[in-house]
């Protein structure tokens, strides 16, 4: 299944859908760390249920219909974590209504991670990006990894930004507005990120 990362950016903007209106993709009972927290709250005729709980020190709050967060910024409180995009890393899987593939998201600052059921993992940069310009990941002071908009990275390319995220402090991505053609630049921390990676890895076996 094959989706443009302007359409995946959108997806992953539905987060933290209740159960109500979306199907559960996660078997009930099932919990990502032994000791997370299973809650469930209504408003008026819409039910959420989510786990909380730390990963490896880092918090994270997951939706039934694997849609959630990590921190992505240490010493996060409550308010700033449900209120901003910006500071958390967010996840978010998807099975197809014709096939039953699935694929898992992960977003933060204009970067879009995607990872299918066979492995496969991909990187994109931005929303709706200038047709036919380039996108750019750098990781500290390394040299920055840079590719069509179209294409993104996949392969042992995105591994490759995937391992230097890992092991960095900071991420700062790039792409081209669309229509201005103007430099569209985020930079964030690391913090988060492979524990929310590590989720998706497990996640995306669990979706029934």
């Known amino acids: 299944m094959k989706l443009t990362f302007v359409l995946i950016a959108i997806l992953i903007l ?48 997951l939706y039934d219909d694997a849609s959630g967060s990590f921190d992505g910024v240490k ?73 069509p908009e179209k294409a993104g990275f996949a392969g042992m390319k995105a591994n490759q930004i995937i391992e230097a995220i890992k092991k960095g402090v900071n991420v700062t991505t790039r792409y081209q507005e669309w229509p201005s053609g103007g430099n569209k630049d985020a930079k964030f921390s690391t913090y988060g990120f492979a524990e929310a990676f590590e989720y998706l890895r497990w996640v995306i076996v669990k979706i029934k």
């Open 14 to 61: 539905g987060l933290g859908v209740s159960s109500q209106e979306k199907a559960r993709l996660i078997p009930e009972g099932i919990r990502f760390t032994p000791d997370g927290v299973m809650k469930e709250e209504t408003y008026g005729s819409t039910t959420f249920r989510w786990e909380s709980g730390l990963y490896q020190g880092v918090p994270y709050r």
């Open 75 to 147: 010493g996060l409180d409550e308010r700033t974590r449900i209120g901003s995009m910006d500071t958390v890393w967010s996840v978010k899987c998807e099975k197809d209504a014709i096939d039953d593939s699935k694929s898992c998201y992960l977003m933060r600052g204009g970067l879009i991670l995607t990872l299918t059921a066979n492995g496969e993992t991909r990187i994109g940069v931005g929303g709706r990006a200038y047709p036919s310009s380039e996108v750019a990941i750098r990781v500290d002071s390394d040299p920055a990894f840079i590719a």
